[in-house]
């Protein structure tokens, strides 16, 4: 959530703040705002998009090499041109870009207020702009002469909450003060140039060479030199890493949103992240990231599975999988519920926190929970070098590529298909399952790519559909067994993007309640496809249909007694049902994806939200 850049060198600083906060975007879109360091610092900012912020900018305003930028989603204060990033300290000393939550803002408000401080925003950040001021100028007499940087250090120390920043002095105008704590700071290292952003993707045009930042690192930069401290003024060696990551993967690649490309990348995204893992001629299964860990894993009590949102979803996927395949009792959390409820973890738990960003605050703190309750804690991540992986011991990265549309959708194929080789590996090492199921599972992974190209083939299909749902108010997803997550699913598609009530159900679950709802007007999309629960299915369709409700069924392919009660079938190829969840998603995202298409919505920065939910 918001997103930071900031560079200093030999380059326009503008056009790489410009061009950083467009690809920042997707992390908060509500206003924008640049300082950039000629001989004084200007500032620009405004409600709206990026673009809004590019439209007020003239020739005369884009010079200096040096400058720092924030695209912000509003936690403390409505977006408005005043609450928006950067932030001027009150006698203009400091300036500010922050990504996260300074939990005690309002005490250290009172205590500047009566220092004589006033404030111009409602935001927590221009309260942290005035500390650090406030701690600079209270040493402005002092003997030794007193840093901007110190003054940071000793600001942050009395900070609560968390923080991805970049601070720059009015007394030293070459340099940025970077530092993190809770939210993400990447910093790009070039020849003669240093570029500071919440992700890679605003660097990897100009160096792939990075250092990611750890909690309490504070980083200070010059065009010729990087000093990384922490908040104790201890120095700390960088870590500097090489990003492999292609502009290509970052762009639209002649697709109209992200989104729809994010879709239809997700047969790549599969053999990617089944790549050097799964071997079809060799029948075999092998997960490096887990090697050391598997022993544990195997003669696991109990498993634990923390997540949000849609990779909550995955990680139900994974539940139904890893009881199924290994019989080892497991439970999904959402890692919000889990971090504040007191859970009971065993020193024997296994934790798996599954996240595409690998940033999510909560997802963050439960880790930390549950390592401090001594469970073995592994992630399953999508973006590399992220914090989760970084606070995991062992894990597997799903390798679906950047996922810039805010809607998750190859992420969530692709962290399925990590938890169903985790289930299979430790199902046929535990004896969960025999040679022979878990040679056929490996033979029908290997086939999914194939079978969800099939699917996306029938796309204009789903498209007519949409023109059915687009004016509905509400909508009903039914699924069972390994179906009913993908029904929450694709409820939760439904509504993000296109802001149409919907409620995903477990379909036996309908006759307790959700059934008053169902009218001639309701679509209920039903994932029907051939399982041991078919019938049943087949039961609650027939409920729907004597109510008149709109019966929209995904089945597998050749079904003809669903065909004749549902008003319209989407066909998915058959598979072993374990796997179904792969394929039935998808004309679930097609649906949501052209239903706010057609009703005219933002698709790939739906309003309120953000992708990288980084404050809880
Ligand atoms: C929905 C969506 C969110 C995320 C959730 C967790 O389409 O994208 O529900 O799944 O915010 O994010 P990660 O996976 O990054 O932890």
Redesign the pocket.
């Known amino acids: 959530m918001c997103g930071i850049v900031a560079y200093v060198g030999k380059r326009k600083a503008s056009n790489i703040l410009i061009k950083g906060l467009k690809r920042l975007e997707y992390r908060g879109y509500d206003s924008a705002g640049i300082a950039l360091i000629n001989n004084d610092i200007n500032v620009y900012k405004c409600q709206g998009r990026v673009s809004d912020l590019e439209s007020i900018l003239t020739e005369e305003d884009i010079h200096g090499f040096v400058g720092m930028g924030h695209t912000r989603w509003a936690t403390h204060g409505e977006p408005t041109d005043i609450n928006a990033h950067p932030h001027e300290s009150m006698n203009g000393d400091f300036i500010i870009i922050h990504n996260g939550i300074i939990e005690n803002y309002s005490k250290l408000k009172i205590g500047l207020e009566n220092e004589g401080y006033s404030f111009k925003s409602e935001t927590d950040t221009e309260v942290l702009a005035n500390l650090i001021e406030y701690v600079f100028l209270s040493h402005i007499n002092d003997d030794i002469p007193f840093s901007a940087e110190e003054a940071v250090r000793q600001a942050l120390l009395m900070v609560e909450g968390a923080y991805g920043l970049v601070v720059i002095a009015k007394s030293e105008k070459d340099k940025l003060i970077a530092a993190r704590k809770g939210s993400p700071l990447v910093i790009g290292i070039g020849k003669e140039e240093y570029f500071i952003a919440s992700d890679a993707t605003p660097i990897i045009e100009y160096t792939n060479s990075v250092i990611y930042l750890n909690d309490g690192d504070i980083a200070i930069i010059t065009k010729n030199s990087l000093n990384l401290t922490n908040l104790k003024n201890v120095s700390q060696k960088p870590d500097i890493k090489t990003i492999d990551l292609k502009l290509d993967e970052i762009e639209k690649g002649g697709f109209e949103h992200y989104m729809l490309k994010e879709i239809y990348e997700q047969p790549k995204a599969i053999k990617d992240t089944c790549r050097g893992r799964l071997s079809f001629e060799a029948k075999a299964l092998k997960l490096g990231g887990l090697h050391d860990v598997f022993e544990e894993l195997k003669s696991a009590k109990r498993i634990l599975i923390i997540?949000?949102?849609?990779?909550?979803h995955a990680g139900l996927v994974g539940e139904y999988l890893l009881e199924e395949f290994t019989r080892i009792p497991t439970e999904v959390e959402y890692a919000s519920e889990f971090r504040y409820r007191n859970p009971v973890i065993n020193k024997g738990d296994i934790v798996i926190a599954?996240?595409?960003?690998?940033?999510?605050a909560d997802?963050l703190a439960a880790i930390q929970l549950a390592k401090s309750a001594g469970a073995l804690v592994l992630g399953v991540c999508?973006v590399v070098g992220s914090s989760i992986p970084r606070e995991t011991v062992a894990g597997v990265y799903t390798h679906a590529g950047p996922e810039i549309g805010?809607?998750?959708t190859k992420?969530f194929t692709a962290q399925v298909t990590v938890l169903t080789m985790m289930a299979m590996a430790i199902g046929y090492a535990n004896k969960g399952l025999t040679k022979k199921e878990y040679e056929d599972l490996i033979d029908e992974l290997y086939l999914i790519p194939e079978k969800i190209e099939k699917i996306l083939e029938k796309a204009d299909f789903v498209e007519k559909i949409a023109d059915l749902i687009k004016d509905a108010n509400n909508a009903l997803y039914l699924g069972r067994g390994y179906l009913f997550p993908v029904a929450l699913e694709g409820a939760?598609?439904l509504k993000?993007i296109s802001y149409i009530h919907a409620e995903g159900y477990p379909a036996a679950e309908m006759k307790h309640g959700p059934i008053a709802l169902i009218d001639d007007k309701m679509p209920v999309i039903v994932l029907a496809t051939k399982d041991h629960s078919y019938d049943k299915i087949v039961s609650n369709i027939q409920e729907v249909k004597a109510r008149k409700g709109l019966i929209i069924a995904v089945v597998t392919e050749g079904d003809t007694t669903i065909k004749n009660m549902a008003d319209y079938v989407i066909e998915v190829p058959h598979s072993d049902f374990a796997l179904a969840p792969l394929l039935t998603v998808i004309p679930l995202q097609l649906l949501s994806y052209y239903t706010a298409v057609k009703r005219g919505c933002n698709v790939d920065q739906p309003r309120n939200l953000a992708?990288?939910?980084t404050v809880e």
């Open positions: 997540a949000c949102g849609t990779s909550w599954i996240s595409q960003s690998g940033e999510t997802t999508n805010v809607a998750s992420a939760l598609k993000e992708k990288s939910v």
